[in-house]
Nanobody, 124 residues
């Protein structure tokens, strides 16, 4: 089983930045950041397939950057220009999805492994 541990969440004012980290116990070909706000469905915000350009939810594109340190098996999400609507619980996810399916449109059920989440709160 792949263990995922997120860190870096916190509370910031609108326009601020945060950098989330996800330490994975082993390599997986597809990793992603999901978020879930109260009363809303869990949604992918940034997805990274091995050897493929990162993919983003449209609303965060240009503000969020997903990257990975393969030597450390650590996934990162840098979030800039944060908005109140970015508030939510952010989850690191991993799975064996091929690049064709490792996209921002992939539903949560497509991923096999999940971290416990880290809260991000953006105040106006």
């Amino acid at each position: 089983q792949v263990q995922l541990v997120e860190s870096g969440g916190g509370s910031v004012q609108a326009g601020g930045s945060l950098r989330l980290s996800c330490a994975a116990s082993t390599y997986t070909r597809c990793m992603a950041w999901f978020r879930q706000a109260p009363g809303k469905e869990r949604e992918a915000v940034a997805v990274l397939a091995s050897g493929v350009i990162p993919r983003y939810k449209r609303s965060v594109e240009g503000r969020f950057t997903i990257s990975k340190d393969n030597d450390k098996n650590t996934l990162y999400l840098r979030m800039d220009s944060l908005k109140p609507e970015d508030t939510g619980m952010y989850y690191c996810a991993a799975g064996s999805l091929s690049s064709a399916y490792c996209t921002a449109a992939a539903p949560p059920g497509n991923y096999n492994y999940w971290g416990q989440g880290t809260q991000v709160t953006v105040s106006s």
